[in-house]
């Protein structure tokens, strides 16, 4: 009797009389498993109801507060036992038998005592029963051992945790009950169902704040509608959640529950497939959820981050005895304090590598030639600077290519219906070259991206930016379409300002951008094909341009140590939150030592330079050092704060902070940021003496030849009865820097000459022919990397260098498709040349391979002939063009402005006896003049693999094909002695000869300026 007298006693309702003390009432004797508290609460359609959720996100209830209290594993025995010695064993570990889906037992409960439906006001426990007066305050402790949940388990591989999921207790016989028991009630806490409860949540019916499906080409999937009646019959502590979930849909959203964060229903769902964590049914309304302890946090947001995850902390302002000093049923009020995503991230973020948000817009000029304006706006967080730009562009997207991969964002915002699909092929197609792809982030242009003016009077109203070294409505005046970039800007702020970027946006720094500065030009295609930051094979920094010129040696990137620093000026409301605020303080306070440590060293270094006068005097053209030196110079000014970190935080990495130290910190930091813009000048040139020592580093430590290059003064206008030379690059003994030979060496050395020197007259284009994987691709790379080279500063891998400076790189490189944008080869090739046809100019230099190959053979060496003959004609830029038409070279043989020249190759004999098997093709990799007389492309196949035996067969057949195309193979060998400029000038002169009545003079000046083309086109002594 005693016994179901017991058990009888947990389910009853307590008592009116027994409210306000924990210790009178049978509940507070007999506690259930410590779940973490679900909270199920809507944001109301602010359009279709009258209630309004408190937009600062800050919720105050009135309903029990959720946070956890300490409470023993065998709980106090009953009243009812003398001593608790009458109690059986049964009523010692009674707790563990009520679960949370044991409904039955809670619904007899529910009849012998009376139905009971929740109400306002009331908290529905774990049972599904409803405490209607009893403040129950669930609150654990970390030295109070407590069951295994999914809430308490470490973040641990799944292996370990599946071993460590036994109870373990000190007796073994109680071990063995324990283990029994749980057994038999394990389906009751493991959750098998994947469908939510919530009908509002169904992928069929969810809705956002403004009712729109999800078909709806204005849906908003950040937010979410949850129906009025839903809200209604929440409690305080479930509103607090979906009043914030709603409007942070996109958002993994962590809810602080005493001393533990938890994940419910969809992002339940993530962090039981991303981290493995079980998940429950369970708190206050019996929804699905996952939870991690507070030791975990950090580490958990981290992982979740790292794998393209945004996340959002929902934290306390105040602990349970706060809460019940506002009264019996004040709910712990909480607010959104915090949201990480990966391209805001500033914690782990300390490194050479930047991390960058970009906003754009796009806006059509209404021109017919197809013209296109992007405004953009990125943002570097940890850095706490934001650039502002805009450029031109056209359909090919060239330009937009070169931003994105300049700025490599880890997330782009645009409008949603704001973005051509040409603009979104480009999005796709330069987010997937990287080792990460970019996140595209579609939002509302009504309410993200405002109009100029607005973008204006918002900046003004919140008071953003008065933390710049400059007034950024004067940087914004100096770019072109400043609109449209101001309106990029306003989609940046928006975005910022939602996920708790305040500090960014009022201390951040706006600097002009501009995609296409100095004098190279590289559009996006270009920097794929040339591999400049990321390879074509996986993405990654190996095998790069970038990667062979990084040999920078800063431990830590100063900048944006700084940015942190200035980003917490009058910013200490983080800090009064539990907890969370010590673990930021302590944060601030190694940035700050680490800041302070960092510039000394590189203050002493700018102090020996400046002694040592030739050098700091060529330094000088590169960047403007602040005063170091004296009463008023940085390095008295800096010595002070050394020692106040000493004093203050001697151990700064690891500092043990206290009450006080907030304030102390605060002043330090106000103090230090007073200098801001001189401290970004001391890194910028310490970043810059980095770069320099690296590019020298790599010049000494080359395994090849590095030289000098020579940079000749810009081409001039060809002026009548003056010899005057074009556009130049000869290059002696070039190599390819880093690609390596055979045997692991240098690649063999080549020579490359376009266009007239002192010495010689050299045609500007060379036609290059060859065998498959005979070099030809590696040497046109090397060739633009030597151009990229000498005009960055470097030495070049060769033994000589002279060039006229390159206005643009345009590259056709490779075959490849784009499944993913739709785009096939052949189109790839199109679109890439008429970006080419379309911008070159006589200074550019042009690369093309193997063009017209990803079409029929007809059509494809008609489009290799009027494109190269367009190039050499009415361009008359550097040009390098691999083909295997050799038609091509007998078509332009005798061209003036073309050289012939192809990559050798030799057989070699395997054996005495002689077969076609039996000879082996041996590239050589060395340019030999004139044209090779095949492509070997069936001694290629044979190295490949494929049978001899096919190999014949395509022999054979290549034989039928060339009798039967004989006339054609023979009229193109007569054209290797009469090119198409013989052909117009021979038109010129029968022109001429063809006119009776022509003026005298008209005749003469026409002869006169053939005869000058003759001799320019031949050049001197030709």
Not at 596 to 617: A, T
Not at 900 to 912: G, P, V
Request: negative net charge.
């Amino acid at each position: 009797m005693q016994r179901q007298k017991s058990i009888l006693s947990f389910f009853q309702k307590p008592s009116p009389e027994s409210n306000g003390s924990g210790a009178g009432n049978e509940l507070g004797k007999w506690r259930v498993p410590a779940k973490q508290e679900k909270q199920n609460g809507v944001a109301l359609n602010q359009a279709a109801n009258d209630t309004v959720l408190d937009s600062s996100l800050e919720i105050r209830g009135t309903d029990t507060p959720p946070e956890k209290v300490p409470r023993p594993i065998f709980p106090a025995m009953s009243n009812g036992s003398e001593d608790g010695r009458g109690s059986s064993l049964f009523s010692s570990i009674m707790h563990k038998f009520v679960k949370v889906d044991d409904r039955k037992k809670a619904t007899e409960s529910n009849h012998s005592h009376g139905e009971q439906h929740p109400q306002k006001g009331d908290i529905v426990n774990s049972n599904g029963a409803v405490d209607q007066g009893c403040v129950l305050h669930i609150e654990s402790d970390d030295d109070i051992p407590r069951p295994e949940t999914p809430g308490t388990q470490p973040l641990v591989p799944h292996l370990k945790r599946s071993q460590e999921d036994s109870p373990k207790f000190d007796s073994s016989k109680r071990l063995k009950l324990l283990q029994d028991t749980t057994v038999l009630n394990k389906n009751h806490t493991e959750v098998t169902e994947t469908i939510s409860k919530f009908e509002w949540l169904d992928p069929a019916r969810i809705r956002d704040a403004n009712g729109r499906r999800s078909g709806d080409p204005l849906y908003d999937r950040k937010t979410l509608y949850i129906p009025p009646d839903a809200l209604k019959k929440m409690s305080a502590s479930q509103k607090q959640y979906w009043s914030v979930k709603s409007q942070y849909m996109d958002i993994v959203l962590f809810f602080k529950v005493g001393k533990f964060y938890e994940l419910y229903e969809l992002d339940a769902e993530i962090g039981h497939k991303e981290l493995d964590w079980k998940m429950t049914f369970s708190g206050v309304g019996k929804c699905r959820q996952v939870g991690i302890s507070e030791s975990g946090i950090d580490d958990a947001i981290q992982k979740l981050v790292a794998r393209g995850y945004k996340v959002g902390r929902v934290e306390q302002l105040e602990t349970s005895d706060q809460a019940k000093a506002r009264g019996a049923n004040s709910v712990i009020q909480r607010k959104l304090v915090q949201v990480v995503t990966p391209s805001t991230a500033t914690d782990g973020n300390i490194g050479p590598d930047a991390v960058h948000l970009l906003a754009i817009k796009e806006e059509n000029c209404g021109l017919d030639n197809g013209s296109i304006v992007y405004g953009f706006a990125f943002v570097d967080c940890a850095a706490l600077r934001i650039w502002v730009g805009s450029i031109n562009d056209d359909v090919s997207s060239a330009a937009l290519g070169a931003l994105l991969m300049q700025v490599s964002p880890k997330e782009v915002i645009y409008e949603s219906r704001g973005l051509s699909k040409e603009a979104q092929k480009a999005l796709r197609k330069y987010s997937l070259t990287g080792p990460a792809t970019a996140q595209t982030s579609p939002v509302q242009p009504i309410t993200d991206f405002l109009d100029a003016s607005e973008v204006r009077n918002l900046i003004h109203l919140k008071g953003y930016f008065k933390g710049s070294s400059n007034m950024w409505e004067n940087l914004l005046e100096g770019v072109m379409h400043h609109d449209i970039a101001l309106c990029a800007l306003g989609g940046l702020i928006s975005h910022l300002s939602r996920l708790m970027l305040d500090d960014v946006l009022r201390n951040g720094d706006v600097l002009p951008y501009q995609v296409y500065r100095g004098c190279l030009r590289i559009d996006g295609q270009t920097l794929v094909n040339l591999e400049i930051f990321s390879n074509n094979a996986d993405g990654g920094p190996s095998g790069t341009l970038y990667k062979f010129l990084d040999n920078c040696v800063t431990s830590s990137d100063l900048e944006r140590l700084l940015g942190r620093v200035k980003a917490s000026v009058q910013s200490s409301a983080s800090l009064v939150l539990p907890l969370l605020g010590k673990k930021i303080l302590k944060q601030r306070v190694k940035v700050f030592g680490s800041l302070v440590k960092g510039l000394r060293i590189g203050l002493d270094l700018l102090m020996l330079l400046q002694n040592e006068g030739h050098i700091i005097s060529s330094l000088s053209k590169v960047f403007k050092l602040p005063m170091l030196s004296g009463s008023n110079g940085l390095d008295q000014f800096l010595a002070q704060f050394e020692a106040a970190v000493d004093s203050d935080f001697p151990k700064y990495q690891n500092h043990d902070v206290t009450d006080s130290d907030a304030e102390t910190l605060s002043i330090l930091v106000e103090l230090f940021i007073e200098k801001a813009t001189e401290w970004f000048e001391v890194i910028y040139a310490i970043n810059c003496i980095d770069v320099l020592r690296s590019f020298a580093v790599t010049a000494s430590f080359s395994c090849g030849p590095m030289s000098r290059p020579v940079i000749l003064p810009q081409s001039e206008n060809i002026t009548m009865g003056q010899e005057t030379r074009g556009p130049i690059l000869k290059v002696k003994g070039l190599w390819h820097p880093f690609a390596l030979a055979e045997n692991g060496g240098v690649p063999v050395p080549n020579d490359i000459i376009l266009g007239e020197d002192s010495d010689d007259y050299h045609a500007r284009t060379l036609l290059l022919t060859g065998p498959n994987m005979g070099g030809k691709s590696t040497l046109l790379r090397a060739t633009c990397l030597a151009v990229i080279l000498a005009q960055l500063g470097c030495y070049v891998p060769c033994e000589m260098c002279a060039l006229s400076l390159v206005d643009i790189i345009f590259t056709r490189l490779g075959a490849t498709d784009r499944i993913m944008t739709g785009e096939s080869t052949f189109f790839i090739e199109c679109t890439e040349t008429a970006s080419v046809l379309q911008n070159a100019t006589q200074d550019s230099l042009v690369i093309l391979d193997e063009l017209g190959r990803g079409t029929s053979t007809f059509d494809g060496y008609a489009i290799a002939y009027a494109v190269f003959r367009h190039l050499i004609e009415k361009v008359n830029c550097r040009l390098l063009f691999a083909t295997h038409y050799h038609p091509l070279t007998k078509e332009f043989a005798s061209h003036p402005h073309v050289t012939l020249q192809h990559m050798a190759c030799a057989f070699k004999s395997k054996s005495e006896c002689y077969s076609r098997s039996d000879q082996e093709l041996v590239f050589l990799y060395r340019l030999t003049s004139g044209a090779c007389p095949e492509s070997y492309g069936l001694q290629v196949a044979m190295m490949a693999g494929i049978s001899e035996k096919v190999v014949e067969v395509a022999s054979k057949a290549g034989l039928v094909m060339k009798n039967s195309l004989g006339d054609s193979f023979r009229t193109s060998e007569q054209r290797s002695k009469f090119s198409t400029l013989h052909e117009e000038w021979l038109k010129m002169l029968m022109a001429v000869s063809d006119t009776g009545d022509c003026n005298f003079d008209d005749t003469f000046d026409t002869l006169f300026c053939l005869w000058h083309e003759l001799k320019s086109s031949y050049g001197s002594g030709n």
